[in-house]
C-alpha cells in the first residue's frame, strides 16, 4: 500500500527536523510538510529533508493545512493518509497501530487515541479533551474517546468522502462530523502522547477553546 504522512507545521522549525528524521528512520519515507505560513525557517527545514513542501502563503491554520494536505494525499492517490503533529508529541511507532485497521479493512478511518490510556497527560490536556469529546458528541452524534488527537489514519474511500471546510482548531471535531455524515468506519486505537513544554506550549488556551466552540456551533447550524 501506498501510504503518506501529512504534517501541517507552523513555525516549528525547533522540531520539525527530528520530526522528519523519526519518521524516516521508523521506515516512512513518503511525507508531505504543509507549511501553514510559517514566519521562521519551517520551510528551510523541510526542503533540506528532501520531502514534499506545500506552502501557504498566509497562516490559515491547522484546519487549512489538514484540508491542503488530505486534498494531496487524495490527488496523489495513496492508499493511507496518516496525519502526524510536527510539535514531536507523537510516537513513529505508534503509526502502525493506526494503520492497522485500515491494511486489515477493518476500518476507513482510525484515530490514534491518547486517553484510552492517559497516563504522564496533564490533568488540564485531559479536562480539555474531556470538554472537546462532549461538545463534540453533543454538536455531532458521534462519540469518541479522544476527539482532537492529531494522529489519524485516512484509507483512500474517506480521503475521497472527508471535505475539510473550517481553517482552525475546530477541524479535529469537524473530522469526527464527516466520519459520522460519510458513514465511514470508525476504529480507535491507543497511543501514547510525548510532553515537553515545548508541545505543552502549543496547545489550546481557554480563549481558543471558547472560541473554537463557537465556531463549531455556528458549523453545525450552518450544516
Given at each position: 500500500?501506498?501510504?503518506?504522512?501529512v504534517?501541517?507545521a507552523?513555525?516549528?522549525?525547533?522540531?520539525?527536523?527530528?520530526?522528519?528524521?523519526s519518521?524516516k528512520?521508523?521506515?516512512?519515507?513518503?511525507?508531505?510538510?504543509?507549511?501553514?505560513?510559517?514566519?521562521?525557517?519551517t520551510?528551510e527545514?523541510?526542503?533540506?529533508?528532501?520531502?514534499?513542501?506545500?506552502?501557504?502563503v498566509?497562516?490559515?491554520?491547522?484546519g487549512?493545512?489538514?484540508?491542503?494536505?488530505?486534498?494531496?494525499?487524495?490527488?496523489?492517490?495513496?492508499?493511507?493518509?496518516?496525519t502526524?503533529?510536527?510539535?514531536?508529541?507523537?510516537?513513529?511507532?505508534?503509526?502502525?497501530?493506526?494503520?492497522e485497521?485500515i491494511?486489515?479493512?477493518?476500518?476507513?478511518?482510525?484515530?490514534?487515541?491518547?486517553?484510552?490510556?492517559?497516563?504522564?497527560?496533564?490533568?488540564?490536556?485531559?479536562?480539555?479533551?474531556?470538554?472537546?469529546?462532549?461538545?463534540t458528541?453533543?454538536?455531532?452524534?458521534?462519540?469518541?474517546?479522544?476527539s482532537?488527537?492529531?494522529?489519524?489514519?485516512?484509507?483512500?474511500?474517506?480521503?475521497?468522502?472527508?471535505?475539510?471546510?473550517?481553517?482552525?482548531?475546530?477541524?479535529?471535531?469537524?473530522?469526527?462530523?464527516?466520519?459520522?455524515?460519510?458513514?465511514?468506519?470508525?476504529?480507535?486505537?491507543?497511543?501514547?502522547?510525548?510532553?515537553?513544554?515545548?508541545?505543552?506550549?502549543?496547545?489550546?488556551?481557554l480563549?481558543?477553546?471558547?472560541?473554537?466552540?463557537?465556531?463549531?456551533?455556528?458549523?453545525?447550524?450552518?450544516?
Amino acid at each position: 500500500m501506498k501510504i503518506i504522512a501529512v504534517i501541517p507545521a507552523y513555525n516549528e522549525e525547533k522540531t520539525l527536523g527530528g520530526v522528519l528524521e523519526s519518521l524516516k528512520k521508523g521506515g516512512y519515507h513518503n511525507l508531505l510538510v504543509v507549511n501553514d505560513g510559517s514566519r521562521d525557517g519551517t520551510q528551510e527545514v523541510a526542503e533540506r529533508h528532501g520531502v514534499i513542501v506545500l506552502r501557504h502563503v498566509m497562516n490559515r491554520g491547522l484546519g487549512g493545512a489538514l484540508g491542503t494536505g488530505l486534498q494531496a494525499a487524495k490527488e496523489l492517490k495513496v492508499d493511507i493518509a496518516v496525519t502526524f503533529d510536527a510539535d514531536g508529541q507523537h510516537a513513529v511507532e505508534d503509526i502502525r497501530k493506526v494503520l492497522e485497521p485500515i491494511q486489515k479493512g477493518e476500518a476507513d478511518v482510525v484515530i490514534g487515541s491518547r486517553l484510552m490510556n492517559p497516563e504522564g497527560m496533564p490533568w488540564f490536556r485531559q479536562l480539555f479533551n474531556y470538554v472537546g469529546n462532549f461538545m463534540t458528541f453533543a454538536l455531532f452524534g458521534l462519540w469518541v474517546s479522544d476527539s482532537q488527537s492529531g494522529l489519524r489514519g485516512f484509507s483512500k474511500k474517506a480521503l475521497g468522502k472527508i471535505q475539510i471546510r473550517t481553517n482552525h482548531m475546530e477541524v479535529s471535531s469537524e473530522i469526527i462530523r464527516e466520519i459520522r455524515v460519510n458513514e465511514l468506519r470508525l476504529r480507535e486505537v491507543p497511543i501514547r502522547a510525548i510532553y515537553t513544554d515545548y508541545s505543552l506550549s502549543k496547545g489550546q488556551s481557554l480563549f481558543v477553546g471558547v472560541k473554537t466552540l463557537f465556531k463549531l456551533i455556528m458549523h453545525r447550524l450552518m450544516n
